[in-house]
């Protein structure tokens, strides 16, 4: 079983960085493909972010494409998100997803194809 804890939400100022963090438990982190999403109240999860096992491939929704930053190091089982020029409408719960078995960048992009979920990380944004 593989469990996921997303740190490093928090209350921040439109235009502040943070960087959130999902740490795994497993000995086979490092094959895992690893996505960021994001819920608001009332709508649909969201894809933010992914990145490919060996961290040679990541993707972002056009929303934040120039602002956030995805990476992993898989030594210390862990993914980041860095987040900068927020916005108010960045404003959510972030959830950490991986899957051993994602092979194309389409479903890197899906909900869908995660196995596993963090219990998310909530970001507020105030203009």
């Known amino acids: 079983q593989v469990q996921l804890v997303e740190s490093g939400g928090g209350l921040v100022q439109a235009g502040d960085s943070l960087r959130l963090s999902c740490t795994t438990s497993g000995r086979t982190f490092s094959s895992y493909a690893m996505g960021w999403f994001r819920q608001v109240p009332g709508k649909e999860r969201e894809f933010v972010a992914a990145i490919s096992w060996s961290a040679g491939n990541t993707y972002y929704a056009d929303s934040v494409k120039g602002r956030f930053t995805i990476s992993r190091d898989n030594a210390k089982n862990t993914v980041y998100l860095q987040m900068n020029s927020l916005k108010p409408e960045d404003t959510a719960v972030y959830y950490c997803?991986?899957?051993?078995?994602?092979?194309?960048?389409?479903?890197?992009?899906?909900?869908?194809?995660?196995?596993?979920w963090g219990q998310g990380t909530r970001v507020t944004v105030s203009s």
């Open positions: 997803a991986a899957d051993p078995w994602i092979t194309t960048p389409q479903g890197m992009g899906l909900i869908r194809s995660y196995h596993y």
